[in-house]
């Protein structure tokens, strides 16, 4: 059973632009919503993350959503550069330190 | 550079095989976790130790096991070794344990092909 659920697949984005990737979780008892960026043939960096106690997060460009009773938090760019071309995957986390990854979203902008 | 290093950066053995793949956590860090990331499952959770313990299990198989030593180095050991066990594995070390086991480091990764 896929715990985090994570759309789109893919995303192109114009320099710019805005790039906004959605994920929807199941399991009501998760403590942490984190974001990780990986680029091709290096681990996963941690992005930003936010509790479920607050509804925004915000770091430079970057920028987390959290909708509580819809069970949704989406990460936001802001005007996106080639530079933020990478995957990115959101996960849950529960309170037993169990991490939940979504399936990843290729990001390409566009110069 | 994270700070994390893991060894082998390749490894290729056959199946029914036994592999160990070693990790090296941050210096200071007392958490180490370790991944798996393949093509058809993603990134998935195994297992998480916290100096010395074992802290959390995820979706890790019996024929996976790990241990941390008291220098904090973590190894990974497959037995029995399956074509769908290839796969990249990372490692990641976590300064803050409890209060945020997001704030991993992960290492460069060993990708294993099991043939």
């Known amino acids: 059973q896929q715990q985090v659920k994570q759309s789109p697949q893919s995303l192109i984005v114009q320099k710019g632009g805005i790039s906004i990737i959605n994920c929807a979780y199941e399991?009501?008892?998760?403590?942490?919503f984190p974001w990780y960026q990986q680029f091709p043939g290096k681990g996963p960096a941690l992005l930003i993350a936010?509790?479920?106690?607050?509804s925004e997060k915000k770091e430079g460009r970057f920028t987390i959503s959290f909708n509580k009773s819809a069970k949704q938090f989406s990460l936001h760019i802001m005007d996106s550069q080639p530079g933020d071309s990478a995957t990115y995957f959101c996960?849950?986390?529960?309170?037993?330190?169990?991490?939940?990854f979504g399936t990843g979203t290729s990001l390409t902008v566009i110069p | 550079d994270s700070g994390v290093t893991q060894t082998p950066k390749h490894l290729i053995t056959a199946t029914g095989q036994r592999v160990t793949l070693r990790c090296s956590p941050r210096?200071?860090?007392?958490?180490v976790y370790w991944y798996q990331q393949s093509l058809d499952q993603g990134l998935q959770f195994l297992i998480q130790y916290y100096n010395g313990e074992e802290r959390a299990k995820g979706n890790i198989l019996e024929r996976f096991s790990a241990q941390q030593f008291p220098d904090l180095h973590s190894e990974l050991n497959l037995s029995s070794l399956e074509l769908g066990d290839s796969a990249l594995y990372f490692c990641a070390s976590s300064p803050r344990g409890r209060a945020a086991p997001y704030e991993q480091y992960f290492g460069p990764g060993t990708r294993l092909t099991v043939t």
């Open positions: 399991n009501t008892a998760f403590d942490y």
């Open positions: 996960a849950a986390v529960s309170s037993g330190n169990q991490f939940y």
């Open positions: 936010i509790r479920p106690d607050v």
């Open positions: 210096s200071g860090d007392l958490s």
